[in-house]
């Protein structure tokens, strides 16, 4: 806060934040509901973190809404996730829109029932024009399945051996088009990457908190833009001010 009580815009914005949405199974049981409660307070969580990331100036924000592995948890689990994504997609689309969220999905959208397909690609194809964040959601996602999918892909484009490199591998990622992660967040205190991005993730900053995905709020990812802002991202090389020292 400044002296006039006003919030200081966060400075050295990352252009795409990613998100490892953790924490909903423990939040509902701390408070003794069932774990689909857990669920819908996390997608109540990401409706706000979404308009944060608007406001913050965030241009791409992924989500790992549901991963590959995820179809092993039990079915009253799975079901009520597919149901949620049902119904928050057709509920959200006007506000999407009005926030000028453009939607994209990463993963395999051919295992998911017909209606959810319907859902996902009508609301794709009516927010496509928007420009201010783009938002992926990665629903039936696993990173070593994309990889796999990407390199399928070019055998079956005929790309040639020598053409096979980071660049060409990147278009043909579920994130084609989509600059890497620059910060990935994930709550509720795991240190593991999940099949998350590990692609894209290569030279990504890490934020790790123990807040539980439905408390992460508009505060939280202040602070985690704020610890990013005074990150030091060096590639693989060096900072310039250490090469100065050591060529003098
Ligand atoms: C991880 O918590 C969370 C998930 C596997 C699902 C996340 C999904 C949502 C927030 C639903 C909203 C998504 C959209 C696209 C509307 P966990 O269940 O692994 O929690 P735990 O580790 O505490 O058990």
């Known amino acids: 806060m400044s002296i006039t009580g006003q919030t200081t815009p966060p400075r050295n914005i990352p252009q795409h934040v990613a998100i490892i949405m953790d924490g909903n199974g423990r939040w509902a049981k701390k408070r003794g509901l069932p774990r689909l409660a857990g669920h819908k307070a996390g997608t109540e969580n990401l409706r706000r973190i979404i308009k944060a990331c608007a406001d913050f100036g965030v241009k ?44 994209r999905h990463l993963g395999k959208l051919d295992q998911l029932s017909p209606n959810l397909q319907r859902k996902v690609l009508y609301a794709v194809e009516k927010t496509r024009n928007n420009k201010r964040l783009v938002l992926n959601i990665a629903f039936n996602y696993g990173g070593r399945d994309e990889i796999v999918h990407a ?68 505060e939280e990812l202040r602070k985690a833009l704020d610890e990013y802002a005074n990150r030091d991202r060096r590639y693989g090389k060096v900072a310039a001010s250490e090469y100065e020292e050591t060529h003098v």
Do not use: C, H
Not at 152 to 174: A, F, H, I, N, W
């Open 151 to 218: 390199f399928r892909q070019m055998l079956l484009d005929g790309v040639k051996e020598d053409e096979v490199t980071p660049e060409m591998v990147s278009r043909y990622l579920y994130t084609a088009g989509t600059p890497d992660p620059d910060l990935i967040i994930r709550t509720s205190g795991e240190l593991r990457i999940s099949n998350f991005l590990i692609w894209q993730a290569a030279y990504s900053e890490w934020y790790v908190t123990p807040t539980y995905w439905p408390d992460f709020g508009r």
């Open 60 to 103: 791409y924000l992924t989500i790992y809404a549901f991963s590959t592995e995820n179809w092993g948890r039990p079915r009253d689990e799975v079901d009520g996730l597919m149901r949620i994504v049902e119904d928050v997609i057709e509920r959200e689309l006007i506000e999407l829109n009005e926030q000028d969220v453009q939607l």
